[in-house]
């Protein structure tokens, strides 16, 4: 597996990973109404969609290099 496709592989994990806390955070916010699990899920989703463009970018970019 090259640096490149571990880095790729690396994001989206990374992704993922961020939806789970999302997900865990917004249900823990439904039972127990605490503001720190709302602030948490919007700040993992934030995270999961930053990490979106940036893989993307990154995509984009490795493409046009020659290694």
């Known amino acids: ?3 490149r496709m571990f880095h790729l592989v ?3 994990v990374s992704v993922i990973l961020a939806a789970f806390v ?3 955070a917004g249900q823990q916010y439904r039972t127990l109404s605490d ?3 709302a ?5 993992a ?3 999961g969609v930053g990490l979106g463009f940036y893989g993307a970018a ?3 970019k490795a493409r046009k290099l020659k290694l």
């Open 1 to 3: 597996m090259s640096l």
């Open 10 to 12: 690396f994001i989206a």
């Open 22 to 24: 999302a997900a865990w």
């Open 35 to 37: 503001v720190t699990y």
């Open 39 to 43: 602030v948490t899920a919007v700040a």
């Open 45 to 47: 989703l934030a995270t």
């Open 58 to 60: 990154f995509q984009r």
